[in-house]
């Protein structure tokens, strides 16, 4: 009995065995298919991550040309299209002139008009037409001196004049001494330290001190900073600022000899910055004028100028005010050289004449970026610099024989295109007032002047 149990026991045993191992294969089966689902859909994901992968390739190969497409059809375009500026001031002008007890408010409105094309990177164009007129001016009601160096800087009528036209090339940029030629018209004014009163950020190309003219010259720079100094380069130009062509000195339609050729009025101007690191702006320029109008405008003889300036921006870093404060300093000299009968400044003898200019411009500390700015010169008796194009109208300040006083506060509104500036200026003649060298500095013609002028500038 105990033996049909054991064996009865032993195949129950084994029966469940069996069937365990059946269900266990079955799951096993079941796994396996799973696990080769899994695997073909892990494929399929690969595969489609695969494909995103090089449509997203595909995708950025495209954008990089579009993108380089767009950039050349933009530089084309640039290139193929002048860029227009605008620069438009409208002014008031209280005038005093003590001698004839004569008092003015005049106003007036000054256009810029810029135009600029650039062809390659060193290749560019620039231009500027101008309108500066009196409020209520008829041409037949004005008279002022026509000289083509300061033509568009004397406010007179509304015809539209050429202030600057020039080219620019440069070239050797791989030169220890990279270099710049340039031809054309442009305005040599609101130069170097003459900026700040003039309510500009930058100045122009040549030193104030000695020259505010619009001249017609050609121009070669050569660029130190590689070999020299920090900012150092010398500029040699060479122009013409009268011809007697231009005045009708013939009627023949060709080039001819005439009585009056030795009035050819040409300059050589050797502008340069010694040293400019963003802080420190040293700089210097001589000047020679030949052929230079004396008595009864006829040739003369020569005058040399020359200028020595300095600019220090940011007089203590530790010092928020002071670190936005600008002190600026100038020393400059002229020499006339009478070669015949014809006296210059009233004398066939030659003549030196000097003077100084200092600034001091500080935050006004009431606008976002607005600065108030203090400035005197000095010249002495045959101090004549070529600054007869300085847009004051009560004549060159920086050409004053005595002493000149002046204040200013320039005043941003809305950013840079949109400013305002309050000035006054003091002339104190100790001579004759300086607006040529045919003037004898004995002969007195003003005793003092003054200015105050107020004008809101639209720039873009």
């Known amino acids: 009995m105990v033996k049909q149990l054991s064996l009865v026991a032993a195949l129950s045993l084994s029966t469940i065995v069996h069937a365990d191992e059946a269900a266990l294969q079955k799951q096993i089966e079941m796994l396996m298919k799973r696990i080769e689902q899994l695997e073909k859909a892990q494929g399929?994901?690969?595969?489609?991550?695969?494909?995103?992968?090089?449509?997203?390739?595909?995708?950025?190969?495209?954008?990089?040309?579009?993108?380089?497409?767009?950039?050349?059809?933009?530089?084309?375009?640039?290139?193929?299209?002048?860029?227009?500026?605008?620069?438009?001031?409208?002014?008031?002008?209280?005038?005093?002139?003590?001698?004839?007890?004569?008092?003015?408010?005049?106003?007036?409105?000054?256009?810029?008009?810029?135009?600029g094309s650039k062809a390659t990177d060193d290749l560019f164009f620039y231009g500027q037409l101008a309108v500066y007129n009196y409020w209520g001016a008829q041409p037949e009601d004005i008279a002022w001196n026509d000289d083509n160096w300061r033509a568009s800087s004397q406010p007179h009528d509304v015809d539209l004049r050429l202030r600057q036209a020039y080219f620019v090339y440069k070239f050797g940029n791989d030169w220890d001494v990279p270099m710049t030629f340039s031809a054309g018209r442009r305005a040599a004014t609101d130069g170097f330290l003459a900026n700040h009163r003039e309510g500009n950020k930058k100045p122009g190309s040549p030193l104030a001190h000695i020259?505010?003219?619009?001249?017609?010259?050609?121009?070669?720079?050569?660029?130190?900073?590689?070999?020299?100094?920090?900012?150092?380069?010398?500029?040699?130009?060479?122009?013409?600022?009268?011809?007697?062509?231009?005045?009708?000195?013939?009627?023949?339609?060709?080039?001819?000899?005439?009585?009056?050729?030795?009035?050819?009025?040409?300059?050589?101007?050797?502008?340069?910055?010694?040293?400019?690191?963003?802080?420190?702006?040293?700089?210097?320029?001589?000047?020679?004028?030949?052929?230079?109008?004396?008595?009864?405008?006829?040739?003369?003889?020569?005058?040399?100028?020359?200028?020595?300036?300095?600019?220090?921006?940011?007089?203590?870093?530790?010092?928020?005010?002071?670190?936005?404060?600008?002190?600026?300093?100038?020393?400059?000299?002229?020499?006339?050289?009478?070669?015949?009968?014809?006296?210059?400044?009233?004398?066939?003898?030659?003549?030196?004449?000097?003077?100084?200019?200092?600034?001091?411009?500080?935050?006004?500390?009431?606008?976002?970026?607005?600065?108030?700015?203090?400035?005197?010169?000095?010249g002495s008796k045959y101090w004549t610099p070529m600054t007869w194009a300085e847009d004051s109208l009560t004549g060159s300040k920086i050409a004053t024989r005595g002493n000149a006083y002046e204040g200013y506060w320039n005043i941003p509104i809305v950013g840079k295109n949109l400013t305002a500036q309050l000035r006054y200026t003091y002339l104190d003649h100790h001579y004759s007032a300086n607006t040529s060298y045919m003037i004898d500095p004995d002969i007195s013609n003003l005793d003092n002047s003054q200015e105050l002028r107020a004008f809101v500038r639209y720039q873009y």
């Open 211 to 378: 020259t505010n003219m619009e001249v017609d010259a050609a121009m070669v720079q050569f660029d130190f900073d590689k070999v020299f100094f920090p900012g150092s380069y010398l500029k040699v130009v060479y122009g013409r600022s009268n011809d007697p062509m231009s005045s009708g000195a013939t009627s023949s339609p060709y080039l001819t000899d005439t009585s009056t050729g030795d009035d050819t009025v040409d300059f050589l101007v050797l502008p340069m910055s010694i040293y400019n690191d963003g802080q420190n702006n040293l700089m210097a320029q001589y000047a020679r004028i030949t052929n230079i109008k004396g008595k009864d405008k006829r040739a003369a003889g020569t005058a040399q100028l020359g200028a020595i300036s300095y600019q220090l921006d940011g007089l203590n870093e530790d010092v928020d005010f002071l670190n936005d404060s600008t002190l600026f300093a100038s020393v400059a000299m002229t020499h006339t050289n009478p070669d015949g009968d014809t006296p210059i400044l009233g004398s066939l003898e030659n003549k030196i004449g000097y003077s100084f200019w200092a600034g001091f411009l500080f935050p006004d500390q009431i606008t976002d970026g607005g600065r108030f700015g203090l400035e005197y010169n000095y």
């Open 44 to 115: 399929s994901i690969q595969q489609t991550q695969t494909t995103l992968q090089e449509m997203q390739t595909t995708m950025k190969e495209e954008q990089i040309a579009q993108s380089d497409m767009l950039s050349k059809v933009n530089a084309q375009s640039a290139n193929d299209n002048i860029k227009w500026d605008i620069d438009f001031r409208s002014a008031i002008h209280s005038l005093d002139y003590n001698a004839s007890t004569q008092s003015n408010t005049l106003m007036t409105n000054r256009l810029w008009l810029g135009m």
